[in-house]
Every structure is written in C-alpha cells, then in structure tokens.
T-cell receptor, first 115, second 113 residues
C-alpha cells in the first residue's frame, strides 16, 4: 500500500460526458502528479501540483483540467469525453516539489472506459 | 528534452535464469533514475532508485541496477527469475528533484516455468 488513494477504481461512461477523478496523496506529501496510461501511448505525464499551485504541465488536453485543494487532495476533471480517453489514470505523490530523492508513490489508478 | 528508451517491449526468460532489462536515457547531467514495476491491475511500485553515490543500486525482490554514466544506461538485473517477477517494468528519469518524472515505454517480462 503506497498510501495514495484514488477513487473511483473503475468508471464507465458515454462519449460527451464529464467525469471527475479524485486523489488523496500520502500523508505529508505536498506534490501530486497525474499520469495517463494507455496501450498505444504508454505512461504520459499530464500535470503536477505543489501545495495547491500548478507546477508543471505535460500532454494534458484542453478538455482536461485539474486542481489541488487546501487539504492537498487533487481532482482531475475530464470533459467532452471521447473513446480515445479510455485509459488508466494514475495519481502519484511525493514529499516536496521534488522530494528528497525524487521518487513518486503511485495510487492504484482509476480505469476509465468511454463507450 | 529528456527521454528514456527501453530495449525490448517483451522479454521472456526461464524460471531461474538471469533477468536483464535494458534502459538508456538522455540527459546532459546525471539525473535521478528509477525502476518501477507494475503488476496486473495495480499501480506502479518503486523497485529501486539511483540518486548519487554508489552506482550499483540494490532494490526489492532481489533486483539491482547499475548506473553507467559513460553509456547513459541503467540496466535492471536479477540473477534468478521467479514466476512472481512476471510484470511490466518501467525505467524512469528525473533530471532533478523538482522536474517531472519521464517514463520509458515499459518492458513486459514473462517467466517461463
């Protein structure tokens, strides 16, 4: 158990819909990262937050948005969903903006299926 | 830009045989390097990491990796494969402690009885 909690574990929805994925980082971790894992794209970095502020942005679509709240949990919002958005979405956390040695601790992921 | 390559998307070894998973990275300075393992329907778990100091790094489950700056490599090895080692393995690089972590495409390891 990494200490990172993600909900829901599984989500099935239709094209055009909007969903919210939630992540609670490890106790004490200030940074939260979102990654998308799909068969054809591998593990893609989406976005990073540090103590409520956006720190880095990767290959995140404009239809997607995220935020980190004062209690440090984070939400990833996916809207106008397309079939190609079906993937496993991971949240990870680390101690500081980088952490003492930089490793990330991953949740078990939220599997999104768009029909 | 930083990148990570993993030679071989699928590797099969016999139980008890040596496991060798290859990873090369591009970086202008020695970065932080990681190997993660992903079992089916699970998240990524840290196997081992290199930050500074000793270039031979030991991790969990009998795995180890050696950082070779001249070759920009960080290959993962295990002397004797076990059935439970079957999983997806990801090499990752982080240029510094404040930058994002970049993952390689992954290598799927199969262990044949």
């Amino acid at each position: 158990d990494s200490g990172v909690t993600q909900t829901p574990k599984h989500l099935i929805t239709a094209t055009g819909q909007r969903v919210t994925l939630r992540c609670s980082p490890r106790s004490g971790d200030l940074s939260v990262y979102w990654y998308q894992q799909s068969l054809d794209q591998g593990l893609q970095f989406l976005i990073q937050y540090y103590n409520g502020e956006e720190r880095a942005k990767g290959n995140i679509l404009e239809r997607f948005s995220a935020q980190q709240f004062p209690d440090l949990h984070s939400e990833l919002n996916l809207s106008s969903l397309e079939l190609g958005d079906s993937a496993l979405y991971f949240c990870a956390s680390s101690v500081g903006a980088g952490g003492t040695t930089g490793e990330l601790f991953f949740g078990e992921g939220s599997r999104l299926t768009v029909l | 830009a930083q990148s990570v390559t993993q030679l071989g998307s699928h590797v099969s070894v016999s139980e008890g045989a040596l496991v060798l998973l290859r990873c090369n990275y591009s970086s202008s300075v020695p970065p932080y390097l990681f190997w993660y393992v992903q079992y089916p329907n699970q998240g990524l778990q840290l196997l081992l990491k290199y930050t500074t100091g000793a270039t031979l790094v030991k991790g969990i489950n009998g795995f180890e990796a050696e950082f070779k700056k001249s070759e920009t490599s960080f290959h993962l090895t295990k002397p004797s494969a076990h059935m439970s080692d079957a999983a997806e393995y990801f090499c990752a690089v982080r240029p510094n402690s404040y930058d994002k972590v970049i993952f390689g495409p992954g290598t799927s390891l199969s262990v044949i009885p």
